[in-house]
């Protein structure tokens, strides 16, 4: 079973096999999160977005997938790149939000990461309800079958640590 950990700090900092960027669809940065992997990891992650979508992602990455690639000057070895879905109160997008995560283990798994750091993806610019965000980043990870032995949630704020901190005491 993988091993849950939550971090108050900054996901560009974190020495894991693989972090995972809250990407948008272009995967050519952007802001939050997205754009400050791209701005510490430097250019080779670019350079790396910029060749698949010259190949396989020519319309861009689709919402709920995940691709990896360097993490350039990053401690981490790569980034799994996937694309949250933008929050709406009228249609149910929570199936897209869970194969961001489901679809990111499945590549660290390809990858053979065996450590992976997770943004609380879609909760930012996105506009993602924290407390949901939480149970669905939580429920997820715990429910997919993974050869990943440990994933931190790094969480850039304190109210987001204790929304998750209350999740993982609850499940």
Not at 19 to 28: D, K, P
Not at 98 to 106: G, M, P
Not at 109 to 128: C, K, N, Q, R
Request: with cysteine; hydrophobic share 45%.
């Amino acid at each position: 079973m993988v091993s849950l950990t939550l971090v108050r700090g900054d996901i560009t900092e974190q020495a894991v096999d693989a972090v995972v960027n809250a990407a948008n669809s272009s995967l050519l940065g952007g802001g939050g999160v997205d754009g400050a992997i791209h701005r510490k990891g430097g250019p080779e992650i670019l350079a790396a977005c910029r060749a698949l979508r010259a190949s396989h992602y020519g319309k861009g990455l689709p919402t709920g997938q995940a691709v990896a690639t360097t993490a350039g000057r990053l401690p981490a070895r790569w980034v799994i790149h996937t694309v949250g879905p933008v929050w709406s109160a009228t249609e149910d997008r929570s199936g897209l939000l869970t194969s961001c995560y489901r679809e990111a283990l499945r590549v660290a798994d390809e990858l053979g990461a065996e450590t992976v750091a997770f943004p609380a993806v879609s909760t930012g610019i996105y506009g993602w309800p924290v407390d949901d965000g939480a149970r669905i980043a939580v429920d997820t990870v715990r429910s997919t079958p993974t050869a990943v032995r440990e994933v931190h949630f790094i969480l850039f704020d304190d109210n987001a640590f204790r929304i998750f901190e209350d999740r993982l005491s609850a499940s």
